[in-house]
């Protein structure tokens, strides 16, 4: 394979650009770096990662492997990269260590314009958004994470933080839960998304309906397998009004078409 130079295409402040921006904040979140075996892989639901699979693959030389599905887990897509030389840097840069470091020597490196796309990968990776009853986004991470990088949002939120130890996990977060702060947020995140369509699909749907006014409301998932012709049935409820949007032969297909739907249907304000 021909030898790329990582430190120049990765981590060259005058080379970095809005897609290995964002695929440095998912790696962030959903990126492992093993190395001993030379190996930089990130992994995430297969249909998230179709959303930016064109944009991931114009970093980097990346293989691409399919985990099946077992049980209730859906299909997962890693990428992947075997090269001691990324393994080092990334590793210089606390990709390693990210379970309790900082991510504050890697927001250093990404110029100012473009580190959105940073936190648009790492949402899309450890963020949630909330936009029913209640407006949330948070960050999710180990116990121990150091969030001294949250200050680099350009934006005074007000953040909660939460700390818990359970018998399912130990996890700190980064939570904000008014929607004024939510949407200073998202906003920042997703600024040009519209031209760039660089994120994924339904964390950007999730924003919109934070946006809107409160009485457009979706309710329900939205799709369903009708077992008596065996096929996913997709039909939306909005302002309270039914829609139909037709069969489906999985359930992909159904839920994308939901997506998409709720997509077209939202209007920014």
């Given amino acids: 394979m ?6 120049d295409h990765f981590f060259n402040s005058n080379k ?47 293989k691409t492997y399919i985990r099946k599905a077992k049980g209730v887990r859906k299909e997962q897509l890693t990428f992947m990269i075997h090269d001691k030389n990324f393994c080092e840097l990334l590793t210089s840069y606390k990709y390693v260590s990210k379970k309790y470091d900082s991510a504050c020597k890697i927001l250093n490196i990404i110029p100012i314009e473009l580190r959105k796309y940073w936190w648009r990968g790492f949402l899309d990776g450890d963020g949630c958004i909330y936009a029913n009853k209640n407006y949330q986004v948070f960050f999710t991470s180990a116990l121990n994470q150091d969030w001294t990088f949250i200050n680099y ?7 909660k933080n939460v700390k818990k130890q359970t ?11 008014n929607k004024t702060d939510c949407l200073a947020l998202l906003d920042y995140i997703y600024d040009n998304y519209e031209n760039d369509k660089i994120g994924f699909t339904r964390k950007y749907a999730k924003y919109l309906e934070v946006k809107t006014e ?4 979706f309710s329900g998932k939205g799709y369903y ?20 949007l037709g069969y489906f032969n999985t359930e992909e297909e159904a839920k994308n078409a939901v997506i998409n739907k709720r997509l077209e249907l939202i209007q920014i304000k």
């Fill in 2 to 7: 021909e030898s790329i130079n990582y430190y």
């Fill in 16 to 62: 970095i650009n809005k897609e290995t921006a964002y695929t440095l904040g998912l790696m962030w979140a959903d990126g492992y770096i093993y190395p001993k075996q030379n190996r930089v892989s990130i992994t995430c639901i297969k249909s998230d990662l179709d959303d930016v699979s064109s944009v991931i693959s114009n970093t980097a030389k990346w």
């Fill in 153 to 159: 949002i350009p934006i005074k939120l007000n953040w």
């Fill in 167 to 177: 018998s399912k996990g130990n996890y700190s977060r980064k939570l904000i839960n």
């Fill in 214 to 217: 409160k009485i457009k409301k």
């Fill in 225 to 244: 397998l009708n077992k008596k012709v065996n096929k996913w049935c997709a039909r939306i409820i909005f302002n309270n009004e039914g829609l139909a």
